[in-house]
């Protein structure tokens, strides 16, 4: 019954200790694990290459550990609030080595301090002056840390890389996705009905506006098909894009559809996932025109304001409450912006001045 009382009390022991792994996040575990072997490393040393026993031996170790693993964390800390990680391999260097001798300095001053305060130093040791003796422990710890750096900044590099490879992958997959979604959305027998039924009002009383509005339709449906081959695309592009398909719902609202634009000539240029602007010109006509008797404005707005690029949609109508979690465009907005800036650009949907829904798209000033 003993027996199967400690065997019972070893495998609690056992499963409490894997629960513990598992909740220490990969850096505590480096840390600790680290540490331990820098404990095992230096008791082997001592014990198979020492001259002499010191005394203090395993409490100077211990507050060297106590130390280091306080230092280190403030300084992995430290690099996370000055976002070190995010730039340039380059700069990354010339931090990691400023950084790796300014909390060297401090954890040498701090284990010297300490050493001399308690009088837990070597015979040797006592010899040299305080300043020399942090000369000489600054080197030594500078060569430890500038080892922790370059593990950090390491693992850091390879798993951005690693992200950003897979950030990549999701949005080809997301861009064939929209490109799929934007076809049946295009092709769809309510839309299609509605283009060429229009089309035909115009056959005998203007031909000439209906072999326009064919070529509109036509250009469309190629926009859409063509949008997987594209990351981004200029706005003028996309400005093209969202005319024809307005043009062809002019015909279908006629006096109940206005549409302005208030482009500024300088965005012209701007990149912007493709097919985005007519996502979201889509809705403003499905959600907004659509439900009004007397129909409504529709207002394009593109411009600089200040550090970024803005991209306004503009329509008469009012937001309803779920709106933003409704349908696929929203949605695609949302990942695409993420995954092409990576939270460097912002998507808002919300009402303005009582009777107008306003959608806008804020970019940072860079190309892709």
């Known amino acids: 019954m003993a027996c199967l009382n400690f065997a019972g009390i ?19 575990l480096c840390q600790l694990g680290g540490w331990s072997g820098y404990i095992l490393v230096n008791t082997f040393f001592y014990f198979t290459i020492r001259t002499k026993p010191s005394p203090y031996f395993f409490q100077s170790l211990f507050l060297d550990v106590a130390v280091g ?26 931090y990691m080595f400023l ?3 300014f909390f060297a300095l401090i954890y040498a001053f701090l284990i010297t301090w300490a050493d001399q305060s308690l009088k837990w130093e070597s015979d040797l040791m006592k010899e040299y002056t305080f300043w020399n003796k942090l000369l000489r422990a600054s080197f030594g710890f500078s060569l430890f840390l500038l080892i922790w750096n370059f593990i950090y900044f390491t693992y850091h590099y390879v798993e951005k890389a690693r992200k950003e490879q897979l950030d990549k992958i999701r949005l080809e997959s997301l861009v064939k996705e929209l490109e799929l979604k934007t076809i049946k959305s295009h092709i769809n027998p309510h839309f299609i009905f509605n283009a060429l039924n229009s089309i035909r009002a115009l056959v005998d009383e203007n031909p000439e506006r209906a072999r326009t509005a064919i070529t509109e339709l036509s ?34 609202f006629e006096d109940r ?27 403003a006509i499905k959600h907004g025109i659509s439900k009004k008797v007397n129909g409504g404005l529709i207002k394009i707005i593109s411009d600089f304001r200040d550090d970024h690029y803005e991209l306004i949609v503009q329509n008469t109508g009012s937001l309803e409450t779920d709106f933003s979690s409704e349908g696929f465009g929203i949605a695609s907005t949302h990942n695409r912006l993420a995954l092409l800036y990576g939270g460097k650009a912002n998507f808002a949907i919300k009402n303005k001045n009582g009777d107008m829904v306003e959608a806008k798209v804020t970019f940072p000033l860079l190309n892709l």
């Open 10 to 28: 070893l495998c609690v022991q056992k499963k409490t200790l894997i629960e513990i792994m598992k909740r220490l996040s990969a850096y505590w």
């Open 69 to 94: 693993i306080t230092i280190t964390h403030i300084m992995r800390t430290f690099i996370i609030k000055t976002n070190l990680l995010n730039y340039d391999i380059r700069r990354q260097i010339v």
């Open 99 to 101: 950084t790796t001798i």
């Open 219 to 252: 250009n469309i449906l190629r926009s859409s098909m063509q949008a997987e081959k594209l990351e981004t695309a200029s706005l003028e592009r996309e400005l093209s894009i969202v005319k024809d398909y307005l043009e062809l719902e002019h015909i279908r």
């Open 257 to 283: 559809l206005r549409i302005e634009f208030d482009i500024d000539e300088d965005t012209l240029d701007q990149l912007v996932p493709p097919m985005m602007l007519q996502t979201l010109v889509e809705n």
